[in-house]
């Protein structure tokens, strides 16, 4: 595709101009001028990869480290010839090694955050680091091309002496301006041949003595070096030469340092022009809000809301161009100023964009094809830069291009066959793109001609279209309509702007039966578009509202669904807490009952009241069901009178009782042995339960037995012979369970205990108390 007429006639030099603002280095300004479509796939994709991928770090807020950077290839010229360079030239190839040394920091970073950019690294692997010679050069010479007194010991001497000197002079000539401050023109020290001198007035020159080095334009003032300071200038010039035989020392010890590596800076140089220049595509397409677009070697074209990339946003109508797959050919009609020849460039333009690796102004999933070549017949009549393109003009183009075209080409024709005889003119328009139908050559061209109409209606592979116009408005809408001819609107043009209507009927008897119904089944057509285009609006706005709808309805039940689980969460969380508090709560009331079962002995009874009181203490751990909204329940709790013999239930204490005595609202409740007051509140009313005869078994207690023995004190043998005799009265008092307390001491009494109650035919089981009970000082035994 080195066609450069196609470039001129679809303003690509535009492009690479815009592409061209976003460059850091000189380097990349010939990258951009040389930037041209390719017809390779793989090549393209590298472009479009590395566009991608730069555009990717763009959209992160992070751009490559490569700073303004000036060309070296005139330094490393000099240093092919074995010359020196200056200090601009070494800053400009330090300041390239240190962007190297950047641009490699960089890329690690992205790395240590596993971001991959492999178009990009592609390029960063080609580089060539020198920390050695960057730390040399990052010495010696600061970024404006001086040389820095670090460059070396002498030099830094020299300067140090310098400003000694300089110190000196300008102390001897502030001396004179006060002792001969009336003699002078001017109280100050100035510099003429880059020697200290004071204005004298020339009346003064004798007097004042020394060496004239200039006069003023008037000659009323003499530039005089006085001869006290003459000396010390001489000694200042010295050490200026000294410096510089020192600098030019220093900058061919550096430029020789650089001489074995002229190919690696140019690979450098290289490397970062087409780092700049990839991300300067990327810049430009975030600026146009550029999609990558897909490639089919196929030929196959279809940009979806394609947009001219040198028309502002808000100015141009996006359209969608499809070609390719269904038809080679698109023939579109419609009135002038209508937007066909922006169509035509925009197709153009966007191909050359996408084939030479930038992103185009469309929707994502747009495809391109790829073209040997693009050719283009364009009169652009609507710019005053160019003149009227005459038959003979078109043709001229249109035989060059007819001579070099493949079944890989792009044709696009701008009003074919005009210019001559109408009826001449569209028989030779049809003839041409059979000429290309034959080849296989995909072809956009637009036309006034109603016969093409007729023939891309009749012939295969070809499609009308035409671009939208408002017979309402009388302007144009600049859409692009596929499959609709487009029709003439002059008459109705003429008739809104107030033409007589007869005239108007006049006109219109002239028009040909044919024409004439061509023209009414397009208008019928565009009706027809137009209905189907709202009722595709109306359709796509219920849907969306659906689509809403049910979104919104998604999202309430997935947060439904989100409560009841932390509701259900929050509820099992609970009752967890509240078993493992109410469990807690019951072993302590086990052990106070276990530990006063312990105390009373076998003979002797616990209390009833202590009994009741333990047992309520049970009830309490009971979760009280929520009665409050069971008001049937409730009013008949709160009717229901209570009397003298009447059995409740203690709902406090969860015990049976019977009604003895009312006093007023309160009743005294006869539970046991015990006598208490209560609120109906707390009573509950229980079925009348017949008396039963009590029948009182009386056995025969045995010896009165403690259940629990100690044998701390005594010797090995007598505690466990003890032991032995303890267990057999103790079974025979029937007591289940005794508790031994034998001490902690050295173990030894413990061990023996153990061992004893191990071997014991009527032992269950034994362990050692509780913590709060004697720990393992004690053993409490189980019985069978």
């Known amino acids: 595709m080195t066609d450069q007429k196609i470039f001129s006639t679809l303003e690509f030099g535009k492009i690479k101009q815009a592409v061209q603002h976003y460059l850091q280095t000189e380097s990349a300004e010939r990258l951009v001028q040389a930037m041209a479509p390719s017809d390779q796939l793989d090549i393209i994709q590298t472009w479009q990869s590395e566009t991608e991928q730069a555009l990717g770090i763009l959209m992160q807020g992070k751009v490559l480290p490569i700073p303004r950077l000036v060309n070296i290839d005139m330094a490393l010229k000099r240093l092919e010839l074995g010359a020196s360079l200056n ?22 970073q992205l790395a240590a955050e596993e971001k ?142 650089l001489m074995p590596y002229q190919e690696e800076l140019k690979r450098n140089e290289w490397v970062v022009a087409h780092l700049d220049y990839i991300q300067a595509r990327a810049h430009y397409a975030k600026s146009l809000e550029a999609t990558r677009p897909k490639l089919s070697d196929q030929q196959i074209v279809a940009i979806y809301q394609a947009r001219h990339p040198l028309i502002a946003a808000d100015k141009i109508v996006p359209n969608d161009i499809i070609l390719g797959e269904h038809y080679q050919a698109l023939i579109i009609t419609g009135p002038n100023t209508g937007g066909k020849t922006i169509l035509l460039k925009t197709l153009g333009l966007l191909q050359l964009m996408g084939q030479s690796g930038l992103h185009i102004p469309a929707e994502a999933e747009s495809r391109l094809g790829i073209f040997d070549a693009v050719y283009a017949d364009i009169g652009d009549e609507q710019s005053i830069e160019q003149n009227l393109s005459t038959f003979s003009s078109h043709m001229t183009n249109i035989v060059s291009i007819l001579n070099q075209v493949t079944d890989r080409s792009l044709v696009l024709f701008d009003e074919l066959g005009s210019g001559t005889d109408p009826q001449e003119g569209a028989l030779l328009a049809m003839a041409i793109l059979n000429h290309l139908r034959k080849i296989g050559t995909l072809v956009m061209a637009t036309t006034h001609y109603p016969e093409l109409k007729l023939y891309a209606h009749e012939t295969a592979n070809t499609l009308n279209a035409s671009m939208e116009f408002d017979a309402q408005t009388l302007s144009p809408t600049y859409r692009l309509l596929l499959g609709v001819p487009g029709r ?52 796509q706005e219920l849907l969306e509202q659906a689509q809403q709808l049910h979104a919104d309805l998604r999202h309430e039940y997935n947060r439904w669904l989100e409560a009841k689980e932390r509701l259900q969460d929050k509820a099992k969380q609970e009752a967890n807490a509240k078993v493992a508090q109410a469990q807690a709560q019951a072993e302590a009331l ?83 042995i015990l006598k208490m007051k209560f609120e109906q509140e707390e009573l509950e009313p229980l079925n009348q339960v017949e008396t ?60 023996g205990v153990k061992e004893v109650l191990a071997k014991h035919p009527q032992v269950d089981r034994f362990e050692y108390s509780p913590a709060n009970a004697g720990g393992n000082g004690s053993t409490i035994v189980y019985f069978k």
């Not at 103790?730 to 001490?743: D, E, K």
């Open 692 to 751: 039963k005869t009590k029948v009182n078994v009386h056995r025969q207690a045995g010896p009165k037995v403690q259940t629990s023995i100690d044998l701390r004190g005594e010797r090995y043998e007598q505690a466990l012979y003890r032991l032995r005799q303890y267990l057999d009265a103790a079974l025979l008092s029937n007591h289940p369970m005794v508790t031994i307390i034998h001490g902690k001491g050295t173990g030894a009494l413990r061990q």
């Open 87 to 108: 200090g601009q030239e070494l800053a400009g190839i330090a300041k390239l090694l240190s962007t190297i040394h950047q641009l490699m920091k960089f890329f690690d």
């Open 488 to 539: 003439s609107n002059a008459f109705d043009i003429s008739g809104r702007l107030g033409l007589d209507p007869s005239i108007l009927a006049e006109a219109r008897q002239g028009i040909k039966e044919d024409s004439q119904a061509l023209n009414d089944m397009v208008a019928k057509l565009e009706e027809e578009r137009r209905q189907a285009e709202l009722d595709h609006e109306a359709a």
């Open 590 to 672: 086990i052990q106070e009952i276990r530990d006063l079962q312990l105390e009373q002995g076998q003979n002797q009874t616990i209390k009833e009241h202590v009994l009741i009181e333990k047992r309520a203490g049970f009830e309490q751990l009971k979760q009280p069901e929520n009665l409050k909204k069971n008001k049937v329940l409730k009013k008949a709790k709160n009717n229901r009178q209570l009397k003298v013999g009447d059995d409740v239930e203690v709902l406090s204490y969860g015990q049976r009782g019977t009604i003895i005595e009312v006093k007023g609202k309160e009743y005294i409740v006869q539970m046991g």
């Open 116 to 257: 991959t950019y492999p178009a990009l690294t592609a390029w960063v692997y080609q580089v060539v680091t020198l920390p050695e010679i960057e730390a040399e050069l990052a010495q010696a010479i600061d970024e404006d091309g001086s040389v820095l007194s670090s460059a070396s010991v002498l030099l830094a001497s020299i300067r140090r002496q310098q400003g000694q000197m300089e110190q000196q002079i300008r102390l001897q000539l502030n001396q004179l301006l006060k002792s001969k401050a009336s003699q002078l023109s001017d109280a100050l020290v100035t510099m003429r041949n880059d020697r200290y001198v004071l204005p004298v007035k020339a009346e003064y020159k004798h007097q004042f003595g020394g060496t004239v080095h200039d006069q003023s334009s008037t000659g009323q003032t003499l530039y005089i070096e006085p001869q006290a300071v003459m000396e010390l200038n001489n000694k200042r010039a010295e050490l200026q030469r000294a410096e510089r035989q020192e600098i030019e020392r220093i900058l061919m010890a550096l430029s020789e340092a």
